[in-house]
């Protein structure tokens, strides 16, 4: 079982769509959680940064965390054609010099004109 | 632009060659972690590094591949007698002092070998 799963779509909806990516993992001593969007050629830009399990909203971005199912999602509202790009969660522990992310492998994101 | 840097962004080695990857963490950081992107794989963490020290090479190969931070100049991350399978996207990350800070990425370093 791998430590992080992630669909890879591709996942592909009309502009001014909500969209939903999710990914669960099975380590319990995951405490933070990232979610990072990366553009083709391109390296990752971080996106949401959370800790605690709930709900933490930037903008068209909402992240939710429940660590009691071992799931986390990234909302986007109102989804334009320049989010299209590949979403990578990813996540670790709480450190003690093991401060290396864990990531999924990605979903493809496609926002239809 | 403050951001993290890595160059070359492509880099064509024959077999048997070395190559050198190097990264310029953002201004104000001093924590630097180098990941890998195999073709449809996800990122994978190889090794993190402060200021003259490895604090944590457990992703990282145990034969060719090593890693430095010195006290001046950028992060290098170096892999000797190269092989076709470690053509990859190598990724450079930093983050400032304090636990649990978050990583930000350069756009990395493209590796073909030949």
């Known amino acids: 079982q791998k430590e992080v799963e992630q669909d890879p779509g591709p996942l592909s909806v009309p502009e001014g769509a909500i969209v939903s990516l999710n990914c669960t993992y099975s380590?319990?001593?995951?405490?933070?959680f990232m979610w990072y969007r990366q553009y083709s050629r391109k390296g990752p830009e971080l996106l949401m940064y959370?800790?605690?399990?709930g709900n933490k909203e930037d903008g068209r971005f909402t992240a939710q965390v429940d660590k009691s199912s071992k799931y986390i999602s990234l909302f986007i509202r109102d989804s334009q054609p320049s989010d299209s790009a590949t979403y990578l969660c990813?996540?670790?522990?709480?450190?003690?010099?093991?401060?290396?992310?864990?990531f999924g492998k990605g979903t493809h994101l496609i926002i239809q004109p | 632009n403050a951001g993290v840097m890595q160059n070359p962004r492509h880099l064509v080695r024959r077999r048997g060659q070395e190559a050198r990857l190097r990264c310029s963490p953002m201004?104000?950081?001093?924590?630097v972690y180098w990941y890998r992107q195999l073709p449809e794989e996800g990122l994978k963490f190889m090794v993190y590094?402060?200021?003259?020290?490895?604090?944590?090479e457990s992703g990282m190969p145990k034969e060719r591949f090593s890693a430095e931070f010195p006290k001046e100049g950028p992060s290098i991350l170096r892999i000797q007698q190269v092989v076709r399978g470690d053509s990859a996207a190598y990724f450079c990350?930093?983050?400032?002092?304090?636990?649990?800070?978050?990583?930000?990425f350069g756009d990395g370093t493209r590796l073909s070998i030949l």
């Open positions: 959370t800790y605690s399990s």
């Open positions: 590094l402060q200021k003259e020290n490895i604090i944590d």
């Open positions: 990350a930093s983050s400032g002092t304090g636990d649990n800070q978050p990583q930000h």
């Open positions: 990813a996540m670790k522990d709480s450190g003690g010099g093991a401060d290396g992310l864990t």
């Open positions: 380590n319990s001593a995951f405490q933070y």
């Open positions: 201004k104000g950081h001093s924590h």
